[in-house]
Antibody, heavy 113, light 110 residues
Framework: QRQLQESGPGLVRPSETLSLTCIVS??????????WGWVRQPPGKGLEWVAT???????YSNLSLGSRVTVSGDTSKNEISLKLRSVTATDTAVYYC?????WGRGTSVIVSS | NFMLSQPHSVSESPGKTVSISCTRS????????VQWHQQRPGGSPTAVIY?????PSGVPDRFSASIDTSSNSASLTISGLKTEDEADYYC?????????FGGGTRLTVL
């Protein structure tokens, strides 16, 4: 069965770049018609979509995040990555890797000096 | 662009049946798949329904979903409620290549 496992730095300083990785097991990130998303949840709030990468390598991100987001995939490692530049306190959240029917356990990110 | 609206909270007794609605603000509810995700207190979300009505493996058949075109909404129904079903439930669909989440519904089983 498919499993997703996120990892990240835990703490990021304001204005720096947040880098997260999601290891996918039980499926290939390049398998036809597959897609892999990043979703975040600020403390005490609901779910917010961040970005998606498709099996083809095509990517889409939440327009509210502007050009700060880059999502990519490494087929040799079968993992996807998220980079969020120029972070502020409002980027503090648990970040999840997910597809339509599977979620990772999430990785907590705190933006603070 | 569209929004998905859910009731803020619902409550029901153990053993009973509860339904949670998810109304799409514009565009047809059947134009893109709807998913339902459960998030227990302190936990991560897990999918309980995907592609409108399908259950991931391991999800009990007490969970079911339907689409109502007349109200342009989707519904999640949980029968035989258990205390372990107490959680936040989020509906989610697609607007082109973006994901849209409802605001979540807090289910209390009391």
């Amino acid at each position: 069965q498919r499993q997703l496992q996120e990892s990240g730095p835990g703490l990021v300083r304001p204005s720096e770049t947040l880098s997260l990785t999601c290891i996918v097991s039980g499926a290939s990130i390049s398998s036809s018609n597959s897609f892999w998303g990043w979703v975040r949840q600020p403390p005490g709030k609901g779910l917010e979509w961040v970005a998606t990468i498709y099996y083809s390598g095509r990517t889409y991100s939440n327009l509210s995040l502007g050009s700060r987001v880059t999502v990519s995939g490494d087929t040799s490692k079968n993992e996807i990555s998220l980079k969020l530049r120029s972070v502020t306190a409002t980027d503090t959240a648990v970040y999840y890797c997910a597809t339509a029917d599977v979620w990772g356990r999430g990785t907590s990110v705190i933006v603070s000096s | 662009n569209f929004m998905l609206s859910q009731p803020h909270s619902v409550s029901e007794s153990p053993g009973k049946t509860v339904s949670i609605s998810c109304t799409r603000s514009s565009g047809s509810i059947v134009s893109t798949y709807v998913q339902w995700h459960q998030q227990r207190p302190g936990g991560s979300p897990t999918a309980v329904i995907y592609e409108d009505t399908l259950r991931p493996s391991g999800v009990p058949d007490r969970f079911s979903a339907s689409i109502d075109t007349s109200s342009n909404s989707a519904s999640l129904t949980i029968s035989g409620l258990k205390t372990e079903d107490e959680a936040d439930y989020y509906c989610q669909s697609f607007d082109g290549n973006t994901w849209v989440f409802g605001g979540g519904t807090r289910l209390t089983v009391l």
